[in-house]
């Protein structure tokens, strides 16, 4: 069984930064392609970033990209979001996944396993 556990949601204001993490556990969890979705209040939850089992390949959401930057330590099996420029249209449930596959993925059926999820918050 997988486990995935996020931290580092809260409360920001406009244009501030935040970093969340993502911890993986479980024997079966080798070095999958992992990734972030958000969901906001009333909306279906959507792509925001991924990265490849190396971490040298990532992929963005149009809205975020040159904004957030998601990183790997492989040794640890931590996923990270690093979240510049926050604006209120970010405010949304942020999850952590990962993916049986090793490449980029991008597309939230393909992912098979999913974090409890942790709020973020940008205030105007």
């Known amino acids: 069984q997988v486990q995935l556990i996020e931290s580092g949601g809260g409360l920001v204001q406009t244009g501030d930064s935040l970093r969340l993490s993502c911890v993986a556990s479980g024997s079966t969890f080798s070095t999958p392609g992992m990734g972030w979705f958000r969901q906001a209040p009333g909306k279906e939850r959507e792509f925001v970033a991924a990265?490849?089992?190396?971490?040298?390949?990532?992929a963005y959401a149009d809205s975020v990209q040159g904004r957030f930057i998601i990183s790997r330590d492989k040794a640890k099996n931590i996923v990270n979001l690093q979240m510049n420029s926050l604006k209120p249209e970010d405010t949304a449930v942020y999850y952590c996944?990962?993916?049986?596959?090793?490449?980029?993925?991008?597309?939230?059926?393909?992912?098979?396993?999913w974090g409890q999820g942790t709020l973020v918050t940008v205030s105007s």
């Open positions: 996944a990962g993916a049986r596959s090793q490449e980029v993925v991008v597309v939230e059926g393909d992912m098979a396993y």
């Open positions: 990265i490849d089992w190396s971490g040298v390949n990532p």
